[in-house]
C-alpha cells in the first residue's frame, strides 16, 4: 500500500499544500484566460462587440410564427408567398440599414428555432427570384443568412442555401461575387467566410445535391442524389405528380429526390437472389417520395412515413419481374405494395421510424393507393 511505504500522506499538512497548488493553478487557468480574451479583443474589436451581444440577449426581432410543414412551406418544390415572407422582407431590410451594435444585438438574439426560419426563407427567396427575375429576392435572401451565427445555424445547412442563391444569381443575371461581398459586410466573420467562399459555387446539381424543376406556379427544386440517371420518360415530373397526389391524402410530402438509388433490401428474400441482382442492373433511373403522416390520422404520427420508391427499368419485362419480386416477398413488419405501368415500377412502404412500434398502414390500406398511382404512371409512359 501506497501509505505504508509513505506515512506523510496520511498528514494534515500534506492535504493543505495539495489545495493551496490547485488553488494556485486555477487562477493561473484564468489569468491566462483573461490574457488570451483581451489580446483577441485589441486584434478584433467587433468580437468583443459580439460577445457582449450573446451575454445579453435581447428580446428577438423575428416576427411571430414560422413557416409550416404541414402546409408545405417548408419545401423548395413548390412554395407559395406568404405573410411571413413579407414580415422577414421587412426585418432583413431593416437589418441591413442597422449599424454594427444593432446588429450584432440583433443576431445574438435570434434562437435556433428562429435560425432556421431565416434558412427557410433564405431558399423560398432563391425560388421566388428564379420565378420572378428579380435580383432583390437575392439580396434579401442573402441578408438573412448574414443574420445567422454559425454555432446555432449549422454551418452545413448555410452553405446548402448559399449554393441555392448563387445559382439563382447566376440564371438572373445577378453578380454573386457583389452579393457575397455586400453581405459579407453584415455578417459575423464566421459566417462572412461562408459566404465568401461558397457564393461562387453556382451548380446546385453538382455541388449541393439540387435540381431545378417547373412546376404549375413556375420554378423550384427537388433533391439530386448523384447516382446514374438515364430516363427516357419524364421520370422527374413523374414523381412531382405522385408526391402531389400523396399530399392530397393522409401524408405531407417531405422530399422527392432523383438520380437516387434503389436498395435492393426491399425486394430481397422473394425468390432467387441472383435473378433480382440481374432484374436491378436494368435500371435506368431511380427516384425516391418520402411523406410524413399528418397529425390528425393517429397519435403516433411523428414516427409514421411513407416512401415511394419509382425506378425506370430497360423494358417492360423487367419492371413485371420487379412486380413479381414485390409479390412474392413475405409477410414484413411494414405495409407494402408495387404497381407497374410500362417500363416504370413503383413499390409503396408504409412503415413506422421505430422498431417495435405497429405501422400506420398495412398492405391492405395501401391498396387504395394503386389506383391512382397506376393512372398517374399511364399518362407519361
Not at 505504508?4 to 484566460?33: H, M, N, W, Y
Not at 446588429?103 to 435570434?110: F, K, L, Q, V
Not at 432556421?116 to 426563407?121: G, M, S, V
Not at 433511373?285 to 411513407?306: C, F, M, V, W
Request: net charge positive; proline share 3%.
Amino acid at each position: 500500500m501506497l501509505e505504508s511505504r509513505f506515512p506523510f500522506f496520511e498528514t494534515k499538512e500534506l492535504l493543505g499544500i495539495v489545495k493551496g497548488a490547485l488553488f494556485l493553478a486555477f487562477l493561473l487557468f484564468l489569468a491566462v484566460r483573461f490574457v488570451a480574451k483581451w489580446r483577441q479583443q485589441r486584434k478584433d474589436p467587433a468580437a468583443a462587440k459580439r460577445q457582449k451581444a450573446r451575454r445579453v440577449r435581447g428580446e428577438s426581432p423575428m416576427p411571430r410564427g414560422r413557416y409550416d410543414f404541414w402546409r408545405g412551406e417548408e419545401s423548395l418544390l413548390d412554395p407559395a408567398p406568404t405573410s411571413l415572407d413579407s414580415a422577414l422582407t421587412e426585418l432583413v431590410r431593416r437589418f441591413a440599414k442597422s449599424d454594427d451594435e444593432l446588429r450584432a444585438r440583433m443576431r445574438a438574439a435570434i434562437s435556433e428555432d428562429e435560425s432556421r426560419t431565416l434558412k427557410t426563407y433564405s431558399g423560398r427567396a432563391a425560388v421566388f427570384a428564379l420565378r420572378e427575375k428579380n435580383a432583390e429576392w437575392l439580396v434579401d435572401g442573402i441578408t438573412a443568412i448574414a443574420m445567422l451565427e454559425e454555432e446555432r445555424a449549422d454551418g452545413r445547412d448555410i452553405v446548402l442555401y448559399l449554393g441555392l442563391l448563387a445559382y439563382s444569381a447566376a440564371r438572373v443575371g445577378a453578380d454573386a461575387e457583389q452579393l457575397a461581398r455586400s453581405a459579407a459586410a453584415l455578417s459575423e466573420d464566421e459566417v462572412a467566410r461562408l459566404i465568401t467562399g461558397y457564393m461562387k459555387y453556382r451548380d446546385p446539381q453538382e455541388a449541393w445535391g439540387f435540381l431545378e424543376v417547373e412546376t404549375e406556379h413556375g420554378a423550384g427544386f427537388v433533391g439530386w442524389r448523384f447516382h446514374d440517371y438515364r430516363p427516357r420518360y419524364d421520370l422527374t415530373r413523374i414523381a412531382i405528380e405522385l408526391g402531389r397526389f400523396i399530399s392530397g391524402d393522409k401524408y405531407q410530402l417531405d422530399s422527392i429526390d432523383v438520380a437516387e438509388a434503389f436498395h435492393r433490401v426491399w425486394l430481397e428474400g422473394a425468390g432467387d437472389d441472383k435473378s433480382l441482382d440481374a432484374v436491378l442492373k436494368a435500371v435506368r433511373a431511380g427516384a425516391t417520395i418520402h411523406a410524413d403522416l399528418r397529425p390528425e390520422q393517429h397519435r403516433s404520427y411523428k414516427d409514421q412515413l411513407l416512401m415511394l420508391f419509382l425506378l425506370e427499368v430497360e423494358s417492360e419485362s423487367a419492371a413485371q419481374e420487379l412486380l413479381g419480386f414485390a409479390r412474392r416477398k413475405g409477410p414484413q413488419r411494414y405495409g407494402s405494395i408495387a404497381v407497374a405501368e410500362g417500363r416504370v415500377f413503383c413499390l409503396i412502404i408504409g412503415r413506422s421510424g421505430r422498431l417495435h412500434r405497429k405501422p400506420f398502414e398495412t398492405s391492405s390500406s395501401l391498396a387504395r393507393l394503386v389506383g391512382p398511382i397506376t393512372e398517374i404512371l399511364k399518362r407519361h409512359v
